[in-house]
């Protein structure tokens, strides 16, 4: 699939999964730039070709308290 588009950015949930991990690498040699979503840090799903955010979307505290937390503290340090 041939896709144009200026600034090509993913965000791909259960990247750490077998297909979100495939959906994921296929992006990035695609030309992608990559945001890979999972719920914990597994030491086999380590891929330095994408940037990942740690998030348990299933949970309402997980979604608010990270962006709230970075929005009201990241000034103070």
Excluded: F
């Excluded at 990035?28 to 348990?56: E, K, M, N, T």
């Amino acid at each position: 699939m041939t896709l144009s588009v200026g600034n090509k950015r993913l965000i791909v949930t259960g990247a750490s999964g077998l297909l979100g991990a495939a959906v994921a690498a296929q992006a990035v040699s695609d030309g992608w730039d990559v945001v890979g979503v999972r719920r914990s840090v597994r030491p086999s799903h380590r891929d330095v070709r994408w940037r990942w955010l740690d998030a348990d979307l299933t949970s309402r505290a997980s979604i608010a308290g990270d962006p709230c937390e970075a929005r009201w503290t990241s000034r103070a340090s």
